[in-house]
């Protein structure tokens, strides 16, 4: 059988759902550029992580919504350009739009040089709030990719353990599946409060959720 014709129809069904998509159209009317931004929206207005003169880090970054949303909760008005009260600095492998106010460096946080660069930007602050989009490029094979995102996860975590005040709040993207369990006990062993969430943003369809850790068990606490 030809499987182009299903594929077309996949495509263009997507298509359909993406352009009727009410948060794709309300990113599009507030100017942010991914949907993404009202994951982290709906996670912050019900936690109240982010403040004004914060220290923000924001992992897995581009296409930059997330950035763009903490600079608009950093800024004193609200605004997408103007003053800022705060620092955000944003990491990803893929290249990255300029944000006004937002500090965007490139490399693969698995990398140790990458990591030190990461550290030298926040200039020996601790982050207040560490915010990770990660995901890795899912195979299909569900055992190498559950490897993969609990890889991302628990460097997030270790991230935090080590660069994060022991009041601050790691929000991190996992996955459904093979390995969740696990990374939820991880985030109970080194957070004090961890709370599963789902936003409304983030497709029924879709297996991701979001995990928040607040106030961070140190190694000889836990």
């Known amino acids: 059988m030809n499987p182009k014709p299903k594929s077309k129809k996949v495509n263009k069904a997507w298509l359909h759902d993406h352009i009727n998509d009410p948060y794709v159209k309300l990113a599009t009317r507030e100017g942010y550029r991914a949907r993404a931004a009202y994951k982290l929206k709906e996670i912050d207005e019900t936690l109240g992580l982010i403040k004004p003169g914060q220290l923000v880090i924001d992992l897995g970054s581009t296409p930059g919504a997330w950035s763009q949303y903490v600079r608009r909760r950093l800024s004193p008005t609200g605004a997408a350009v103007g003053e800022l009260a705060g620092t955000i600095i944003a990491l990803d492998m893929l290249p990255m739009e300029p944000i006004e106010g937002v500090l965007f460096l490139q490399g693969d946080f698995r990398e140790a040089e990458v990591l030190e660069r990461l550290e030298r ?95 961070i068990k140190r190694a000889d606490t836990n």
């Not at 369990?181 to 029924?204: G, I, Y």
């Open 121 to 215: 930007a926040m200039g020996g602050r601790l982050a207040d709030v560490v915010v990770s989009d990660m995901a890795p490029n899912l195979s299909g094979i569900e055992s190498a990719d559950a490897a993969r995102i609990a890889h991302l996860v628990e460097l997030a975590i270790d991230f935090a353990q080590r660069h994060m005040k022991p009041e601050g709040a790691l929000v991190a993207k996992l996955f459904h599946g093979s390995g969740y369990s696990e990374l939820t006990k991880l985030f109970k062993d080194n957070f004090r409060v961890v709370k599963p969430m789902k936003p409304k943003a983030s497709r029924d369809k879709s297996s991701e959720t979001f995990m928040v850790g607040m106030g």
